[in-house]
């Protein structure tokens, strides 16, 4: 797995599923969100308000210091690193 503490938010919310091998179903019924909101939140077309990017953090088991990192690449103050 890529160094997720670099990575831009949609990129990170990917990279944790995957890691955790569950579906985009798997992770909205965990953080009670529907599945067009995470399928929104992973493409980047939309960002999560803060309880849903609380309910995210919880269920995808993201820290708040990664979580800021990711923030840090969104405003490009750290370069993102490649997920491929």
């Known amino acids: 797995m890529a160094d997720v503490e670099h990575l831009p938010l949609a990129a990170l919310l990917r990279s944790r599923r995957a890691a955790l091998g569950w579906s985009q179903a798997e992770i909205a019924t965990r953080a009670k969100l529907s599945i067009g909101s995470v399928s929104n939140y992973e493409a980047g077309r939309r960002s999560p308000d803060a309880r849903s990017l609380a309910r995210l953090m919880v269920a995808l088991h993201i820290s ?9 690449v969104e405003a490009g103050e750290v370069r993102p690193l490649s997920v491929d």
Do not use: C
């Open 64 to 72: 708040a210091s990664t979580l800021y990192d990711s923030m840090l």
